[in-house]
């Protein structure tokens, strides 16, 4: 990645970071749109970076944990901005802003590009791994973001807390839709994710699943988001206890990535 247009995704996101917190503590919703426009300069500036670099070139440059993490900011920075035109989520980019920047910084630590394009190889296998994992992750990240704000939200409005000023949380409807939505299409490219990496493991060393903690890791993963997913739709789970299962799905889908290497 350019070291220019890095850090300025990284100013940018970082900038937008101390908008979305001061938007929310102050209760001020000018700050909080700002946010979401500086994200939005963000994410192009790392579209433009991500170009620079040739990191969708194959192989996968994101083969590398930190290209992956790097990558999932990018994507999970777009659904955002996706999804908060759909409803009052402008709020969300307190935790979306600063999870943005960590992974920009985590990025800048990833190993030189030549020593990645060595190790990654069986192309598409490969390069459609690294994009659906990073998708996915992306996507069960804001899941877990929304779940963060919906109990935020929930716990003020069974307390009866009142706010000074104007109070600018979503709406709890808004924030379940937004939790149904990436779960749902976030476990469906985890599975996908876990599909192709066998693909890629067979194509590369022969073997239909690899003796490995992060291939163990990420089977694990998404046996806890597959019970989530079951949960949500089709015990009918409530929306509060949901919230807490995809905050506390996405911790587990953190150990298991950050605990260990990017498969294979």
Request: proline share 5%; glycine share 10%.
């Amino acid at each position: 990645m350019s070291v220019d247009l890095h850090n300025l995704t990284a100013a940018v996101y970082l900038g937008a970071s101390v908008l979305a917190t001061l938007g929310l503590s102050l209760r001020r919703p000018a700050l909080s749109r700002a946010a979401v426009a500086a994200l939005g300069v963000g994410a192009v500036a790392h579209a433009l970076a991500f170009f620079e670099s040739r990191a969708f070139a194959l192989p996968p440059r994101g083969a590398g944990l930190s290209g992956a993490v790097d990558l999932a900011a990018w994507l999970g920075t777009l659904v955002f901005l996706g999804l908060v035109r759909r409803a009052r989520l402008h709020a969300l980019a307190a935790l979306v802003a600063p999870a943005a920047f960590l992974g920009v910084f985590f990025g800048a630590f990833g190993p030189d590009p030549e020593a990645v394009r060595a190790r990654a190889t069986g192309p598409p296998w490969a390069h459609a791994h690294v994009l659906l994992a990073s998708a996915g992750f992306a996507l069960l990240a804001v899941a877990g973001f929304a779940g963060v704000l919906y109990l935020a939200q929930h716990r003020r409005l069974k307390r009866k807390t009142r706010l000074g000023g104007r109070a600018i949380l979503p709406p709890l409807e808004a924030l379940d839709r937004v939790n149904a939505f990436t779960i749902s299409v976030g476990f469906l490219l985890l599975s996908l994710a876990l599909v192709t990496g066998v693909l890629w493991t067979h194509a590369t060393a022969g073997v239909v699943w690899p003796r490995s903690p992060h291939a163990n890791a990420a089977l694990v993963a998404w046996g806890v988001y597959a019970l989530l997913v079951g949960a949500r739709f089709l015990a009918r789970q409530g929306a509060a206890q949901a919230a807490r299962t995809a905050v506390a799905g996405f911790a587990v889908l953190v150990v298991a990535v950050a605990g260990v290497g990017l498969w294979p």
